[in-house]
């Protein structure tokens, strides 16, 4: 069965460096999320990606956050300048169609530690 | 604010048990999900919905659009079910506001 897959799997990195989480979606999937968890505490929203552009996009995700295509297998989360809030774990996901009308597959999650 | 509530936040079942977990939403939607959070921090999509109702295996999801309001319930239990289950809604322009989850323990 096709999935959702992330890499890495952890990241320690330190306040202030750049760091990119990379997604590789379902191949046939058009529609591509990322969201984050903080430990212990709910699942957040933050981009949503379709036809090469943001969609939608949350609070959280502000100029220090990026999200790229770069070619038709990955999809990448880039994070400018890491703060120590940014730790948690962050999610991938992909849809076949319009959410509204299909369901998500998520990937296993990279967990970002930011010293 | 919340977007989203969810009921309970833990739940502790016998096998076997009829459980029922609540999703309450104040934004408009066009769909509802429910996720299953394992252990481990890996998450399953179980539903979309839009309207009335979904079953699969031992799962049913309902939703009320008027009432803004979900229910997932789990049929004869199982200690595999132990997970962590979330509520999320998926509103205009395509954001997502997730509940904070309901911890599901089910005792052999």
């Known amino acids: 069965e096709p999935e959702v897959t992330q890499t890495p799997s952890h990241q320690v990195t330190q306040m202030g460096q750049e760091v990119i989480l990379r997604c590789v979606p379902i191949?046939?999937?058009?529609?591509f999320y990322w969201y984050r968890q903080i430990l212990g505490q709910k699942v957040e929203f933050l981009v949503s990606?379709?036809?090469?552009?943001?969609?939608?996009k949350s609070e959280i995700f502000d100029d220090q956050f990026s999200v790229e295509r770069p070619d038709g297998s990955n999809f990448t989360l880039k994070i400018r300048s890491t703060k120590l809030e940014d730790s948690a774990m962050y999610f991938c996901?992909?849809?076949?169609?319009?959410?509204?009308?299909?369901?998500?597959?998520f990937g296993p999650g990279t967990r970002l530690t930011v010293l | 604010k919340n977007e989203v509530e969810q009921s309970p936040q833990n739940l502790t079942a016998q096998e076997g048990e009829f459980i029922t977990i609540n999703c309450s939403y104040s934004?408009?939607?066009?769909?509802l999900h429910w996720l299953q959070q394992h252990p481990g921090g890996g998450i399953v999509s179980l539903f979309m919905?839009?309207?009335g109702k979904k079953k699969h295996g031992r799962l049913i999801a309902t939703i009320n659009i008027q009432e803004k309001h979900s229910s997932l319930h789990i049929t004869a239990s199982h200690p595999r079910d132990s997970a962590v289950y979330i509520c999320?809604?998926?509103?205009?322009?395509?954001?997502?506001?997730f509940g904070t989850g309901t911890s599901l323990t089910v005792i052999p």
């Open positions: 990606f379709y036809n090469n552009e943001i969609s939608e």
């Open positions: 919905l839009s309207s």
């Open positions: 996901a992909s849809s076949s169609t319009d959410p509204q009308l299909g369901t998500q597959y």
């Open positions: 191949s046939n999937h058009l529609y």
């Open positions: 999320a809604a998926d509103g205009a322009g395509n954001q997502f506001y």
């Open positions: 934004v408009g939607i066009s769909a």
